[in-house]
T-cell receptor, first 114, second 109 residues
Framework: EAEVAQSPRYKITEKSQAVAFWCDPI?????LYWYRQILGQGPELLVQ????????DSQLPKDRFSAERLKGVDSTLKIQPAELGDSAMYLC????????????FGPGTRLTVL | RKEVEQDPGPFNVPEGATVAFNCTYSNSASQSFFWYRQDCRKEPKLLMSVYSSGNEDGRFTAQLNRASQYISLLIRDSKLSDSATYLCVVNGGFQKLVFGTGTRLLVSP
């Protein structure tokens, strides 16, 4: 069964450092999402892509976060500089098209900022 | 008010028990509703979609009440393996999913 791949699975960094997370969606999935999930809360959408275009980044803290999906396939989420409050699980999800119901999540990257 | 609200629990039940979770949502224009399951330190996985007429999948039954803007999930004959966090999810428009904080279920022998 095809899966969403994410790397790294775990990342520990010090505050003010830069970190980057990578996501490879299921082949053929045009829509890709990045979520942040703080412990004890549900996932919160950071950014949504349709192919290579950003559809919604209204919740992305643009002063320190950036996301790209240059060729409309895999995607990178970057944080620079990282802050203590960024410690969370970063989840990537994809689906076949913007109107499809089901999103498939990757295993996530657990970030700890010291 | 949060867009999607759930009782965080935990709900502690013995094996074989029936347990129900409710969830309320604030956006009356929402069209799609889901329950996701999330195991500890794992990614969320779709458990079931919720339809207006209600739907059942084995031991799991989901109901939607549009007038009162709430969604429910009923689990019958609970198994140890049902222990997880159950996330109520609403399509908040523009195909954007809004997640509740989750309800934690612990099934004990």
């Amino acid at each position: 069964e095809a899966e969403v791949a994410q790397s790294p699975r775990y990342k520990i960094t010090e505050k003010s450092q830069a970190v980057a997370f990578w996501c490879d969606p299921i082949s053929g999935h045009a829509t890709l999402y990045w979520y942040r999930q703080i412990l004890g809360q549900g996932p919160e959408l950071l950014v949504q892509f349709q192919d290579e275009s950003v559809v919604d980044d209204s919740q992305l803290p643009k002063d320190r976060f950036s996301a790209e999906r240059l060729k409309g396939v895999d995607s990178t989420l970057k944080i620079q500089p990282a802050e203590l409050g960024d410690s969370a699980m970063y989840l990537c999800a994809s689906k076949t098209s913007i109107t499809a119901d089901t999103q498939y999540f990757g295993p996530g990257t657990r970030l700890t900022v010291l | 008010r949060k867009e999607v609200e759930q009782d965080p629990g935990p709900f502690n039940v013995p094996e074989g028990a029936t347990v129900a979770f409710n969830c309320t949502y604030s956006n009356s224009a929402s069209q799609s509703f889901f329950w996701y399951r999330q195991d500890c330190r794992k990614e969320p996985k779709l458990l079931m979609s919720v339809y207006s007429s209600g739907n059942e999948d084995g031991r799991f039954t989901a109901q939607l009440n549009r007038a009162s803007q709430y969604i429910s999930l009923l689990i019958r004959d609970s198994k140890l393996s049902d222990s997880a966090t159950y996330l109520c999810v609403v399509n908040g428009g523009f195909q954007k999913l809004v997640f509740g904080t989750g309800t934690r279920l612990l099934v004990s022998p």
